[in-house]
């Protein structure tokens, strides 16, 4: 919110008769305004990572389990409460990213076992 000059955090006099110094009885009153901005914008909800993990990486049910939480922040955004749908976007980033680290060490130890198992067979 602006004060009446238009500038935040500037000293404006309060109207009345000026009689002497600042500060003394019967001289001008200074207000001064404080802005505090805060950041009104919607919390991410995460749904497209938590349908990847659902359908492509989905080890322990974490995919699933981030789909749920994603579905429960949008429901939460819609609805107005945006401290409930940081608090279930938060969930569901972190399952998303469980999952995706294990997914990927999967993958990664499988490539390992390939390779390891066709040097083996090669060496016969």
């Known amino acids: 919110m ?3 000059s238009g500038y935040p955090g500037e000293a404006v006099p309060l109207q009345g008769r000026y009689d002497g110094f600042s500060g003394q009885p019967g001289g001008p009153a200074v207000v001064q305004y404080t802005t505090v901005n805060t950041s009104s914008e ?31 922040a949008r429901d939460r955004k819609v609805a107005g409460d945006l401290e409930g749908a940081r608090h279930y976007a938060s969930t569901a980033r972190c399952l998303n990213i469980v999952a995706t ?24």
């Open 101 to 124: 680290v294990l997914f990927s060490i999967t993958i990664l130890i499988v490539m390992i076992v390939i390779i390891v198992v066709a040097v083996q067979v090669q060496r016969m």
């Open 42 to 72: 919607p919390p991410k909800d995460h749904i497209i990572w938590s349908l990847c993990c659902f359908i492509y990486a989905n080890p322990l049910c974490l995919g699933l389990a981030a789909l749920i939480f994603s579905i429960k």
């Open 2 to 4: 602006m004060n009446p």
